[in-house]
């Protein structure tokens, strides 16, 4: 796989919601790391490939979990016909070559992995390979843009300080109701009419939150259900198979979402 294997070939479709877009462009211009928070299904991950795209920059992502470890993210040594040779790893082969690398839900990650961007993420901009016993200068094009989840903090799972204030910070969240029904409609393909009633179950959903519901109804969701209604199911089929079965095990609570989708239908 090469370095164009990352590069978008078509515009992501992204309705902006304010001035992210600009201020994104202001830290790629400053080459400074970014750090995205929001729910989950807000947008992040599709406003990253649009600014990637735009920037014609290839994009490399990667989804951080709880088993990933340093050498997931630089790379390691491998056994070949040849004997043993070297690797790089998706954050090494950014580094190398310019791309912008999205570390998604990055405090999915074990802290003692994430720590190896530090010295990204300052004037520095290096990467040591340590088992190889090399310093790599980040390429003048590389970025480090990282995402998570506030809602999902805990003293366990969260990022340290030490790593939060390395970055620059975009809060995400659900768009408003009208530019929501119209990404939905868009990227669904069914009408406006539908979608505004989608959102409109949505925005019950999140009132929920705290309230038995980790998170409501995410945009990615709504999507899922209006793809399914133009499949030829009903909205309240379409909404039990992508809303409210997945959210939630809770019986009363799938009860409540039923009614709510009953309201609006």
Known sequence: MTLDDYRLSAEP?????????????????ARLPVMLKGPTGCGKTRFVEHMAWALERPLITVSC?????????????????????????PLTLAVRHGAICYLDEIVE?????????????????ILPLEKKGELVQAHPDFQLVISYNPGYQSVLKDLKESTKQRFCAMDFDYPDPGIEAAIVASQAGISEGTARQLVQIAGKSRNLRGQGLD???????LIHAGRLMEAGLDLRQACQLALITPITDDADMRQALAAAVDACA
């Not at 479709?13 to 211009?29: K, L, S």
């Not at 990650?109 to 901009?125: E, G, K, Y």
């Not at 998170?215 to 969701?221: K, L, N, Y």
């Open 215 to 221: 998170e409501g109804a995410s945009t990615r969701m």
């Open 13 to 29: 479709a992204y309705h902006p919601c304010g001035q992210e877009i600009a201020h994104y462009r202001a830290a790629y211009a």
């Open 65 to 89: 979990h709880e088993d990933m470890t340093a050498s997931d993210l630089v790379g390691r040594y491998l056994l070949g016909p040849e004997g043993t040779h070297w690797q790089d790893g």
């Open 109 to 125: 990650a074990r802290q003692d992995t994430t720590v190896i961007i530090h010295a990204l993420t300052d004037n520095r901009r």
